[in-house]
Structure formats: structure tokens, C-alpha cells
């Protein structure tokens, strides 16, 4: 049975083939008036990687991680997933 889970941008993901979960991280540009992103990757049993990435300028930046950690707390408690 395919367990199937839609990011916002509408791209599907099957969770049933997902190993593991990473850790919430972000990465800043040096020049705090540029953008920036939280991301987190998910390692499918086939060994693939799919980054996951939520982007914010400096102002925006806990607006954007709260949503990502949303996104990734939804696809570990809705599924069963366990996150390593």
C-alpha cells in the first residue's frame, strides 16, 4: 500500500520507501540581507536523498523554520516514521 505525502510545492513522496528522517538545519549567506533556507533530508531505502528546503530572508527566518518543522514533524507522527 503506497502511504503517500504532498509537500506544499504539490511534489509527491512515498513514504512507505522513506529509511530515515535527517535533522532540521540551516545554512545563512553571509550577507544577513540575503536570503537563506532550513532544510532537512530524507534517505529512501534505495539510497537516495531528497533535501527538503524551506528559504527565508533574514527577517523571516523562524517563520520559515516553523514551517519546514512542520512539514517534517507531519511526515515522522503521520506515518510512523522513525527520525535518525
Do not use: H
Not at 509537500?7 to 550577507?31: A, C, F, H, T, W
Not at 540581507?33 to 527538503?52: A, P, Q, R
Request: hydrophobic share 35%; net charge neutral.
Amino acid at each position: 500500500m503506497l502511504k503517500i505525502y504532498i509537500l506544499p510545492d504539490g511534489e509527491e513522496i512515498d513514504l512507505s520507501n522513506i529509511k530515515s528522517i535527517g535533522e532540521l538545519k540551516s545554512v545563512r549567506s553571509k550577507d544577513f540581507s540575503n536570503l537563506g533556507y532550513w532544510y532537512f533530508t530524507i534517505v529512501f531505502k534505495d539510497g537516495t536523498l531528497k533535501e527538503i528546503q524551506e528559504g527565508y530572508l533574514c527577517s523571516e527566518w523562524i517563520k520559515a523554520k516553523i514551517e519546514l518543522q512542520k512539514i517534517r514533524n507531519e511526515i515522522s507522527k503521520r506515518f510512523d516514521i522513525g527520525i535518525s
